[in-house]
């Protein structure tokens, strides 16, 4: 039986169980593909991010809460968890669909983007306009490591760090661009270590030191204070903190386990926060 078709917005998403919530990627990726098959689009960008789809859409109260897709040609799994199920097949046709965000289409699309670059700028106007108006939702902008290259990218980030206002910032670090990124922000990005090799560190390291006995536990913890304080240096955090951001991860973008907690908690996070996240284009 779909787990698809009985979601109609996310009220119905937040019905399911988290261990439902592979089936139902499995089910919005083959959704993807079919229609991209006919019609064309950004298949890669898409498949990507479909477990961060879930997750924001589970964990947040859109619309509401307000998500800002960057240039928003990865927003396919929005458009199907946000009631465009049945008219999915219309995608990218005259008369049918856009291929991008589009507030005429839904409430849940906050921003009519297409040119990359100005989610974080945007999502950052919508967090001026929340304090104005005392209001109390949370913004949350996905913004792609090629976007992050973007001079507008950097003005809207350099404008919310010296604000300090409430806004979560997730780096959608898939290492591509349109074809494979390029520049002194993306090798800064990539410098020392990938997110896989940074995981399987993390965890065999923790694995072997639990291991020992009576002290094992003792040892594990401080080695992971001892890895807090070389994530900061190894990691590509130091940037976003000089401008005023809280950094958080890396995390794997496609483990539901790392996903929904560590959402959970930068969601309650004061200030600005940039959650980075590692993501595969196109992962099937
Ligand atoms: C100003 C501008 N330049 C180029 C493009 C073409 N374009 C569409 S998607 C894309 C890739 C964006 O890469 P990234 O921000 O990393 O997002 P991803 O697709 O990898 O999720 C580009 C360059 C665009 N939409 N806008």
């Not at 039986?1 to 109609?8: A, D, N």
């Not at 261990?19 to 689009?41: H, K, T």
């Not at 859109?62 to 995608?91: C, M």
């Not at 940037?239 to 950094?247: A, P």
Request: hydrophobic share 40%; aromatic share 8%.
């Amino acid at each position: 039986m779909s787990i698809l078709k009985t979601i109609q917005s996310p009220a119905d998403l937040k019905r399911l169980s988290p261990e439902q919530f592979p089936a139902l990627c499995q089910e919005l990726r083959e959704q993807i593909i079919g229609a991209v098959s006919n019609v064309g689009g950004h298949l890669a960008s898409n498949l990507g991010v479909i477990e961060l789809t879930v997750a924001l859409h589970y964990l947040l109260d859109t619309p509401k809460d307000k998500i800002v897709w960057d240039t928003s040609n990865q927003a396919y799994a929005h458009k199907l968890l946000t009631g465009r199920r049945e008219q999915f097949h219309t995608l990218r046709q005259y008369g049918g669909m856009s291929g991008f965000t589009k507030r005429e289409e839904s409430v849940y699309d906050t921003f009519n983007a297409g040119h990359a670059g100005t989610g974080v700028s945007a999502a950052f106007g919508m967090v001026a306009a929340r304090e104005q108006l005392a209001q109390k939702h949370k913004v949350v902008c996905v913004v792609g490591d090629g976007a992050m290259t973007s001079g507008m990218t950097l003005e809207g980030l350099h404008h919310a760090g010296g604000l300090e206002k409430d806004f979560l910032v997730i780096l959608n670090d898939n290492q591509m661009s349109i074809s494979k990124n390029v520049g002194a922000i993306s090798s800064y990005l990539n410098r020392t270590f990938t997110g896989e090799f940074y995981t399987k560190m993390r965890e065999e390291t923790g694995h072997l030191l639990g291991k020992i006995p009576h002290i094992g536990a003792d040892v594990q913890k401080w080695a992971r204070r001892a890895e807090e304080l070389a994530k900061g240096a190894i990691l590509p955090g130091l940037l976003f903190e000089e401008l005023g951001f809280r950094y958080a991860g890396p995390i794997d973008g496609h483990n539901f386990e790392h996903l929904l907690p560590t959402l959970e908690n930068v969601l309650k996070m004061k200030g600005p926060v940039l959650l980075h996240v590692f993501m595969k284009k196109g992962i099937w």
